[in-house]
């Protein structure tokens, strides 16, 4: 076998390009094999369930099987201790490289308090949106004889008044009492449409109506993990019925879609019949009172009359005199 140097002399361009290639293919199989054993091609490991775990225990069980935990954020449930893991990201049975990364979400070890906001002064439907950007809501509407409908009078956290020098904290979530306005002869309030909104959404409109929160229900699977995905499928009242300002309605929420589903095109279905039904009655009442008004005798004034009622009314006057 002829030496190296004889094929570098006699067709040196050819030589460089193999002596090339030759580098190259080294450097890719190098790169390839570096690149297994960095990754760990082929090795998996199943994620196990850290839900229900203390931290230190979590963290524990994800070294024994080469994972990393991150604790990325933290929820105050009072039916758990703090520090116990609530839920993580990816779940549980998964399969994952090794030294993959656990997103976990713990129980904080107390709620966080927030300043309470002076709402009184305000409609209600600003101090409902100034109280749920202070992370707090309604506990109860208390309706009381005013001038002004739905204009928040007074505000009590825990049965103390809070005033506009007041320097009161609460538990992020607590409820706030507000005491509205309600003059003399407002008419009943309109329930809105619950049905397949989630429970925030729900306690929301019924607040800005003027309604308090009534009974809330959950089917089962609902937890307070999963709480923020169920929706309300029944609701008492149903909506486009009349309630009083103040009065409460109970509601029951789902996590099955189909439900949910079913029930909202049933809830509008009927909705729509109370509108209608409703809109019917008044009209009957308005023709009841002005048939009723004509067989007493009323005299409509003459801003009331229209302009045919009026003519007639001047040329019978211009013939009496002529």
Do not use: C
């Not at 067709?11 to 190098?30: D, G, K, R, S």
């Not at 990816?90 to 990364?101: N, Q």
């Not at 008044?161 to 609460?170: D, F, T």
């Not at 800005?208 to 929706?231: C, M, P, S, W, Y």
């Amino acid at each position: 076998m002829k030496n190296p140097a004889y094929y570098k002399e006699r067709w040196p361009l050819l030589f460089n390009l193999a002596m090339i290639a030759t580098i190259i293919l080294i450097l890719a199989v190098a790169a390839h094999l570096v690149m297994q054993i960095g990754t760990r091609h082929g090795a998996r490991r199943t994620v196990p369930d850290f839900a229900g775990m203390p931290l230190k225990t979590a963290l524990a069980e994800a070294q024994k099987r080469d994972l990393k935990i991150h604790v990325n954020d933290s929820l105050f449930v009072p039916a758990y201790e703090g520090g116990i893991v609530l839920d993580q990201l990816p779940e549980r049975g998964v399969e994952v490289k090794p030294g993959r990364t656990v997103y976990i979400t713990i129980n904080s070890f107390r709620q966080k308090m927030v300043p309470v906001p002076y709402v009184a002064g305000r409609s209600l439907r600003q101090a409902k949106n100034m109280l749920e950007i202070a992370g707090l809501e309604i506990a109860e509407l208390v309706y009381r004889p005013d001038m002004a409908t739905n204009y928040v009078l007074e505000e009590y956290l825990d049965r103390k008044p809070v005033l506009p020098e007041s320097r009161l904290e609460a538990e992020m979530g607590s409820g706030v009492t507000l005491h509205v306005g309600i003059a003399e002869g407002a008419g009943p309030t309109v329930v809105p449409q619950l049905v397949g909104a989630p429970l925030q959404a729900a306690k929301g409109r019924l607040w800005e109506t003027g309604l308090n929160v009534g009974r809330i229900d959950f089917d089962e699977g609902v937890n307070l993990l999963n709480q923020k995905d169920a929706r309300v499928y029944i609701q008492t009242p149903a909506a486009e019925y009349n309630a009083a300002p103040g009065s409460r309605v109970d509601i029951r929420l789902t996590l099955d879609t189909k439900k949910v589903a079913e029930s909202r095109a049933a809830a509008e279905k009927r909705a729509r019949e109370i509108a209608e039904e409703r809109m019917r009655l008044e009209e009957e009442r308005a023709d009841s009172l002005a048939q009723a008004a004509l067989e007493r005798g009323f005299v409509l004034p003459p801003e009331a009359k229209t302009p045919t009622e009026s003519n007639e009314t001047e040329s019978e006057t211009d013939a009496f005199f002529y």
